[in-house]
């Protein structure tokens, strides 16, 4: 599991599927009110107020992102009002949590060098993979498929040759597009194989 501190008041923690499996959780798991998901959140509290000095003292709100192939990322912010929940008070040890859940089709990678998305477009492009747009942001690259791009190739071989260059995002797409620069709109592959490996 990975935090990073957004504010104040809110944090992201991103959860492979590996993670998720050491836990014995699968996507599915969090859409439902089990007991081994309030496990799952309150040792990301703890976590968040060991590394990040993250202190819980009121409701929260969580809201989790599950992608495709790559895992979940979850961002847990302290409520600023108590109107949205339920004053029922605190028992000691629990904690007050308004969870919202979205799932997205999207693939979103990010890269510490360009020359690792060109050495993906090298793998990539022999399996007929051409789509994808590539972002910059913070000095980090971003491609991001679309559920169409990656019809040639099954998931899981797909998302073996993504963590070869690079790893899942822990930014959102959301984030990227818009304070981000695109580079190129579609085809990122294509592009990137023509002019740099098959000249």
Do not use: C
Not at 10 to 34: C, I, P, S, V
């Amino acid at each position: 599991m990975r935090l990073e501190r957004l504010n104040t008041n809110k944090f992201k923690a991103f959860l492979t599927f590996d993670d998720m499996r050491e836990r014995g959780l699968t996507k599915e798991d969090l859409w439902q009110d089990l007991p081994k998901v309030h496990d799952l959140f309150r040792d990301m509290i703890l976590e968040a107020d060991d590394e990040l000095g993250f202190k819980v003292d009121g409701p929260i709100a969580v809201e989790v992102y599950a992608m495709p192939a790559q895992g979940m990322v979850i961002i847990v912010s302290k409520s600023t009002s108590d109107e949205d929940f339920d004053e029922e008070g605190f028992e000691e040890g629990y904690i007050e949590m308004q969870v919202t859940l979205d799932e997205t089709e999207d693939i979103f990678y990010e890269f510490a060098d360009i020359e690792d998305v060109i050495a993906l477009s090298s793998r990539l492009f022999p399996f007929g993979i051409q789509g994808g747009s590539l972002y910059s942001y913070k000095d980090q690259y971003f491609i991001k498929f679309e559920e169409f791009d990656v019809d040639f190739v099954d998931e899981e071989t797909f998302v073996a040759l993504l963590a070869e260059f690079g790893n899942p995002s822990t930014v959102s797409s959301y984030v990227v597009e818009e304070y981000g620069k695109r580079l190129i709109k579609y085809d990122s592959i294509r592009e990137l194989y023509g002019t740099f490996i098959n000249k």
